[in-house]
């Protein structure tokens, strides 16, 4: 079963409903590890000092200390285009060594679905992740895809998710993995 990244602000019911609607769990990314039902709690790591006991799954965003750290389970937003690119290339965010490292590490990489829809420039956000696929096939990393939504009706069904990553190069079985890597992930710790 997929399961998605949410980052919910006192709109749990809602995006319960909508999650059941599209056959797919949740993880709440909060400050507390309480569950609600049928969900699992996670949180967003600042720094890897100030980590918490008792969560289900810890993300960090776009660091290579979040990479290094035992404690950081899914690194994600490496495709933020608020980065400046240079003359000659795309700063994707990843790079050959990021990608060694991530897979030495036992990392899951994610691509972040919100990026993409609220994404200002869509081609360039876009072609980063097209970037990044390539990366991440090449050195075979544990790649991940959520929607990372702060809105209910932002959620996509596992089926729309795995199109992008097949429109992004994978191939049909690695997409389906890659959809379903977060929950085989959740489920083997419980």
Do not use: W
């Amino acid at each position: 079963m997929f399961v998605d990244i949410v980052f919910p602000k006192d709109n749990e019911e809602e995006f319960l409903e909508v999650a059941k609607k599209l056959k797919s769990k949740l993880v709440f990314i909060g400050s507390k590890p309480e569950k609600v039902s049928g969900t699992y709690s996670g949180q967003l790591v600042v720094n890897t000092g100030g980590i918490k006991k008792g969560f289900d799954l810890n993300i960090g965003k776009a660091k290579r200390e979040f990479i290094e750290s035992k404690k950081v389970d899914l690194i994600f937003g490496f495709e933020d285009e608020s980065f400046k690119d240079g003359m000659h290339q795309r700063n994707s965010g990843l790079n050959h060594v990021l990608c060694k490292l991530a897979k030495d590490k036992n990392k899951m990489i994610a691509f972040d679905f919100s990026l993409l829809l609220h994404a200002k420039d869509k081609q360039l956000v876009f072609g980063r992740m097209l970037q990044n696929a390539m990366l991440l096939k090449k050195f075979k990393n544990q790649v991940v895809i959520a929607s990372f939504a702060k809105n209910p009706y932002e959620l996509r069904s596992g089926k729309d998710y795995q199109a992008l990553l097949e429109e992004l190069g994978f191939d049909i079985p690695s997409a389906k993995t890659a959809v379903n890597r977060l929950g085989d992930f959740l489920n083997s710790k419980l």
